[in-house]
């Protein structure tokens, strides 16, 4: 009985110590989605100084991608010239979504970096992000013409990440 009392923290230990190694070797960008295949949620946000906003219904009938920034993020600067070429070249209709951000910091880091969106929304208080399952940003997400949310990126788009993963499933999908 005494060995028991003695062995019981040790094995407490050990199974806290594997769950935790397992754990940290998983890959965070591949969190699973529940919306993967299921339609984007319903939402109309207003637009970004004084310009349109974004609703699900600027999403429909075309490909899209749907990139949740914020001026304050820092892998969002570093993703953006990626974002401003995809625009430049005009594979993919982007559009955009401040999280969580002040409407005039959006506009000056957009107005420093570029915009490559066809329309933003403003999500100020993430309610939005919220019913699209967002961890935090940047996050990006592509519909299909029926709106339905086909690939969720989770952290910053890098070049190798656009030609092995998105690339391939926008010409699957069919964007020009």
Known sequence: MRRLVFLAPVLLFAVLVAYFYFGLQRDPSLLPSALIDKPAPDFALPGLEGKPGLG????????ALVN???SWCAPCRAEHPLLMRLAEEGKITLYGIDYKDKPEDAARFLAQLGDPYRRIGVDRDGRTAIDFGVYGVPETYILDAAGRVRYRQVGPISAEDWQQKLLPLLKELGAS
């Open 56 to 63: 699900k219904a600027d999403l429909g009938g075309r490909v």
């Open 68 to 70: 949740f920034f914020a």
